[in-house]
């Protein structure tokens, strides 16, 4: 049954739609839906790179916050430290990171993005700004602005709550440590 929608209501589903009309007024089964179709795109972007979407979180973190250690970057990233490692090591294995032990701490493994990381980094932004591009087409220039400034507010506003909970480190912007010399990341661990 198709009911008319009204003001701040989600329109009802058209006919043949697949998805109840009952939850297409709910915020977080929209968040959920598009999300899952929006990383299905990604990760087939991504995929045409030989890379998966942690590849591209790991690599743009890098660049971000320059320098880290493997356990801030799983922290940061909400990562668990065996997937961590695993991606670290196909990143580093294409020359896309490098890995170097801590002066300070020689238990400490940090890891830096290489030129070649960057270019590649490069690269996968322009691609996925095509697959996002497509992804939003029904929207005009100035919704995908809103839209994207909401998601981002929503966004800080779940970080915040991680923050708070104790689930990120304490973050220095600005601060550099001192260089390292670089080692395989896979032969840093394994001593």
Not at 66 to 86: F, H
Not at 128 to 134: A, F, L, N
Not at 164 to 178: K, M, T
């Amino acid at each position: 049954m198709h009911q008319p929608s009204s003001p701040g209501r989600a329109p009802a589903p058209r006919a043949g739609g697949v998805t109840p009309a009952g939850v297409l007024s709910l915020n977080a089964y929209l968040m959920y839906a598009t999300g899952k179709a929006a990383r299905r795109r990604l990760t087939d972007t991504l995929t045409a790179h030989g890379l998966r979407l942690w590849h591209l979180t790991i690599l743009a973190m890098l660049d971000e916050a320059g320098r880290l250690s493997k356990g801030d970057l799983a922290a940061r990233l909400d990562m668990n430290q065996s997937d961590l490692t695993r991606t670290v090591t196909d990143l580093d294995a294409a020359g896309y990171v490098v890995c170097a032990r801590d002066p300070s701490d020689r238990r400490r493994i940090e890891v830096s993005l290489t030129p070649e990381g960057g270019r590649a980094l490069a690269r996968l932004s322009a691609d996925v700004s095509g697959t996002e591009t497509d992804l939003l087409a029904p929207l005009a220039p100035e919704e995908r602005e809103l839209f994207a400034s909401l998601l981002r507010r929503v966004h800080t506003h779940l970080e915040r709550d991680r923050t708070v909970s104790g689930a990120l480190p304490g973050v220095r912007p600005g601060e550099s440590a001192p260089q390292a010399p670089a080692v395989d990341c896979d032969a840093a661990a394994a001593r």
